[in-house]
C-alpha cells in the first residue's frame, strides 16, 4: 500500500513538475515530432522511432529533466522509413556524418538487418552488459522493452463469452453461421507496415493454422490497416468489431482513456515482439545516442517506459508466462526478410486477403505511410 502511495505521488510530483516553466523542459511540437531542450544547444541528440510521440512523451520529457542542456529532436516515423531511410544514407554518403543519433523501431527485424548489414555501430556499458542475451544482438542492437502482440475487440459489439480466446477459436468464429465477423474485424497491412510482416511470419514461422486462418479472414472480407493506433480508431469508433495483431501498450493507454475495447492473448501463444534501438553507424552525435541508450536501459528508464509508454521492462519479459513467445534478437529474424522467401510470402497473403481487404477510404491496400504516416 505505502509502495502504491509513493509511486502516486511520484508521478503526480512529476506531472506537477511540467506546469512549471522554470522546471520542465521547453518543449516544441510539430505533428509528427517533438524538440525538448535549448535551442542554441551544442550538444543535440536527434532520435528517429516509431514510437507514437503522444505515446512516448513522458519518456523523453524525463531524459530531458535529467539533462538540461541537451537539445532532443525526436521524429516519428514508420517502421519501413526508418529502415528506408537509414539504407539511403548509407548508399548515399557512406563517410558523411548525418541522419539520427539513435533509432528505435518495433521492426526487430529490420533493425536486425540494419546491423546484419553493417549499417550500426557497437555500444557496450553496464546497462548492456546487464541484458540477457536474447535482448542484445552483437552490442549493436537492444531490446529497450516489450510489447506483446495481442487481440482486441469492441465490448459493445462483440460479447466477452463469445470472444475468441485462441487462434483456433477466431477461426471458428470466422466459419460460424451468419459470419459474425464479416466486414467487421481487420489486420496489419504487411506490405506496408514493418511490425505487421513480422508479425505475421512469426505467426507462419509458429502456428501450422496460419494459412487457414488467412484464408478465412479473406473470406470475411478482412480490412487492414497500417498501424495499431489506426485499428484502435476504427475500433473505438464502432466501425469494425475485432483487430487481429495489435500492440498492448497502445490499447491500454486507449482503455485506461474509457474506451470500450477488451484485450485477448492468445492462449495458443502470445508473440512477445521488443522495442529495439541501434545507434547508426553514421550518427553525429554517437556519444548522445548511447548516453540516451543507456538511460532507457537504466532502473529509472525502464519504470518510465513501463508507466508513460505502457511497454514491458526488458527485465519482467524474462520469465515467459505459460503461452508467451518472447522473440530474441539475431539472425534467426533475417529469414523472411530474404528477398524470394519474402516474395513467396507477400504472394500468398495477396491471394488470401486481396481483393476482399480495403482500407478504410475503399482503395485496394497497398504500400505504406509515408514520413510523418502512421506507424506501430
Not at 525502464?302 to 514491458?312: A, F, H, I, P, T
Not at 508467451?324 to 524470394?340: I, T
Request: hydrophobic fraction near 45%; proline fraction near 6%.
Amino acid at each position: 500500500m505505502m509502495r502504491k502511495a509513493f509511486s502516486a505521488l511520484r508521478r503526480f510530483a512529476a506531472a506537477a513538475a511540467l506546469l512549471l516553466p522554470i522546471a520542465g523542459p521547453c518543449a516544441e511540437t510539430s505533428g509528427s515530432g517533438l524538440a525538448l531542450g535549448p535551442a542554441g544547444s551544442k550538444n543535440v541528440l536527434v532520435v528517429h522511432a516509431s514510437n507514437s510521440v503522444q505515446v512516448f512523451r513522458g519518456v523523453l520529457e524525463d531524459f530531458s529533466r535529467l539533462n538540461p542542456a541537451i537539445r532532443l529532436e525526436y521524429t516519428e516515423l514508420s517502421t519501413q522509413d526508418l529502415y528506408a531511410q537509414a539504407v539511403a544514407r548509407a548508399w548515399q554518403a557512406p563517410a558523411a556524418k548525418a541522419g539520427p543519433d539513435i533509432i528505435i523501431s518495433s521492426a526487430m527485424d529490420l533493425q536486425t538487418k540494419l546491423v546484419n548489414d553493417g549499417y550500426a555501430q557497437a555500444h557496450v556499458s553496464p546497462a548492456t552488459l546487464a541484458l540477457p542475451g536474447w535482448a542484445n544482438w552483437r552490442d549493436e542492437v537492444f531490446s529497450i522493452g516489450t510489447d506483446p502482440i495481442v487481440m482486441v475487440y469492441n465490448t459493445d459489439r462483440l460479447d466477452a463469452a463469445r470472444a475468441p480466446r485462441t487462434r483456433r477459436e477466431l477461426l471458428s468464429l470466422l466459419q460460424a453461421p451468419g459470419q459474425p465477423l464479416a466486414g467487421a474485424i481487420s489486420t496489419y497491412d504487411v506490405e506496408g507496415s514493418g511490425i505487421g510482416y513480422l508479425a505475421a511470419t512469426q505467426d507462419t514461422r509458429l502456428d501450422s493454422m496460419a494459412g487457414a486462418l488467412l484464408a478465412a479472414l479473406g473470406r470475411n472480407g478482412v480490412t487492414v490497416h497500417e498501424s495499431t493506433e489506426h485499428a484502435l480508431d476504427r475500433l473505438e469508433r464502432g466501425e469494425i468489431t475485432l483487430a487481429y495483431n495489435l500492440l498492448e501498450s497502445y490499447t491500454r493507454h486507449r482503455i485506461a482513456r474509457g474506451a470500450p475495447l477488451a484485450i485477448i492473448y492468445p492462449q495458443d501463444y502470445t508473440l512477445m515482439l521488443s522495442r529495439s534501438a541501434i545507434i547508426p553507424r553514421q550518427a553525429p552525435r554517437a556519444d548522445l545516442g548511447a548516453l540516451f541508450l543507456d538511460y532507457l536501459l537504466s532502473p529509472r528508464g525502464q519504470e518510465m517506459v513501463s508507466e508513460q509508454s505502457g511497454m514491458r521492462p526488458v527485465s519482467a519479459s524474462v520469465i515467459a508466462a505459460a503461452g508467451v513467445r518472447p522473440v530474441g534478437l539475431g539472425v534467426g529474424l533475417l529469414v523472411y526478410l530474404d528477398p524470394l522467401k519474402k516474395k513467396h510470402f507477400l504472394d500468398l497473403w495477396r491471394a488470401a486477403i486481396q481483393p476482399a481487404a480495403k482500407d478504410v477510404t475503399g482503395l485496394p491496400a497497398a504500400g505504406g505511410p509515408g514520413p510523418g504516416g502512421a506507424v506501430d
